[in-house]
């Protein structure tokens, strides 16, 4: 749990970081690409006004151009700097044929790969060009020269953040690890006195007077309670301690839904319900198939108790990919939608008024913890007077489905 917290505080600070560093890299590549457009827009208008074409080789200050002059008879005149090689007519002429169809006076060429700025005069309209390469270059060297800062600054800042997660979850996991302790050490010790209450009270029933049996049985009821919590605080607390330290065994899971199946069957009938159900042969998963059936337990115990009156019970067992999947389906009221997520918190109860007193809310909890530890997930939809439960365990290495049998 506390390793999951740990990664989980290195997780959300990355996305963080990593946002922060997003917009900052993004901010600094679309401002210099701004000034650098807005630089080279102004060097085309010097080349129109001052017949600078810049120097002879690309440098910092200045960047190389050359103008087309077009006349109102169709004549072009061409100079520019000595970077570009001027001689190709039909090129310079498709140039600025191009240059001249455009509806923008400012743009690129990229047929070309030439940026030009046009100027109508009263005779004359002027074009200026300059090579794409240039500012694309420089483009690509920022967002390269970014795109390493930011590599670099994202693995030094995940092992900050490493070592930061471990001293902050460190207390965290110390007061987890001390309050696990207690829960364990507090039922332990509450064992031998609910035991011992319990044989009191046997005892007490032998000589007590008639009108004296009603508050024995008042106190044998309660210690029972006490005792099944106890039990279920005992159930939570191996079920976490054995999360990610599975034995290295492969629990039958399709015979364990039919024991489950078969176990409860007499239950639900008592209750006034048919337990249906279709488990497919061939179900294997890594762990405690004990365990496994302790949860199963769970999910057919509570449906059993929420089902509507007459309405069938429905257990399924099937292999979907690689998964083996278990689901507990009744009929009844939904559980509203904001409950939900809180089902299988611990000591949480959706309806407090269809409880009864024997009830802590432990049940899905301990369900959860078991399912987590076997590497499985456990979720409920409910909803159109369906509630389902569903169990999803990885299978064992090198099992297949050989085929489904409908009991």
Not at 6 to 21: G, P
Not at 332 to 358: M, N, Q, V
Request: hydrophobic content about 45%.
């Amino acid at each position: 749990m506390i390793r999951h917290l740990r990664w989980k505080v290195v997780a959300t600070n990355m996305l963080l970081i990593s946002l922060v560093l997003l917009a900052v890299f993004a901010a600094v590549f679309f401002i210099s690409r701004d000034n650098y457009r807005k630089n080279v827009q102004q060097q085309l208008y010097q080349a129109l006004e001052q017949g600078d074409y810049g120097i002879s080789q690309p440098g910092v200050d200045s960047i190389p151009c050359f103008v087309a002059e077009v006349y109102g008879s169709g004549t072009v005149r061409v100079a520019g700097n000595s970077y570009y090689d001027l001689s190709d007519e039909t090129r310079l002429a498709d140039i600025v044929t191009a240059a001249l169809h455009r509806t923008a006076d400012s743009g690129t060429l990229d047929e070309y790969h030439l940026r030009y700025l046009r100027q109508t005069g009263y005779a004359t309209t002027a074009i200026a060009f300059t090579d794409t390469y240039l500012e694309y270059t420089s483009l690509r060297t920022l967002l390269s020269a970014c795109s390493l800062v930011g590599s670099v600054a994202l693995v030094v800042l995940f092992l900050c953040s490493y070592l930061l997660s471990g001293v902050v979850t460190k207390p965290v996991g110390a007061a987890w690890t001390q309050q696990e302790q207690f829960l364990s050490d507090a039922s332990h010790e509450l064992k031998t006195p609910l035991t011992v209450i319990l044989s009191s009270a046997d005892l007490l029933r032998r000589s007590a007077a008639p009108e004296q049996e009603a508050y024995i049985d008042n106190i044998q009821a309660e210690s029972r309670r006490m005792r099944s919590l106890v039990e279920d605080m005992l159930t939570l607390f191996r079920a976490q301690k054995s999360a990610g330290a599975l034995p290295d065994t492969t629990a039958d899971v399709s015979e364990m839904a039919v024991t489950a199946a078969l176990r409860f069957e007499p239950v639900a009938f008592e209750a006034g319900h048919l337990l249906e159900y279709d488990i497919a042969p061939g179900l294997s998963a890594r762990g405690d198939g004990a365990r496994l059936g302790q949860a199963l337990a769970v999910l057919l115990d509570n449906a059993v108790k929420y089902a509507a009156p007459g309405t069938p019970i429905q257990l399924d067992a099937a292999r979907q990919g690689s998964r083996a999947v278990l689901t507990v389906t009744n009929r009844g009221e939904d559980i509203p939608a904001d409950k939900l997520p809180h089902i299988f918190d611990r000591f949480y109860r959706a309806d407090r008024a269809r409880t009864d007193g024997s009830s802590f809310g432990l049940g899905l909890a301990i369900a959860k913890a078991i399912v987590d530890a076997h590497r499985g997930t456990i979720r409920c939809e409910s909803g159109g007077g369906v509630t389902r439960f569903i169990i999803s365990l990885p299978l064992a290495a090198g099992k297949q489905e050989r085929g489904t049998d409908h009991v």
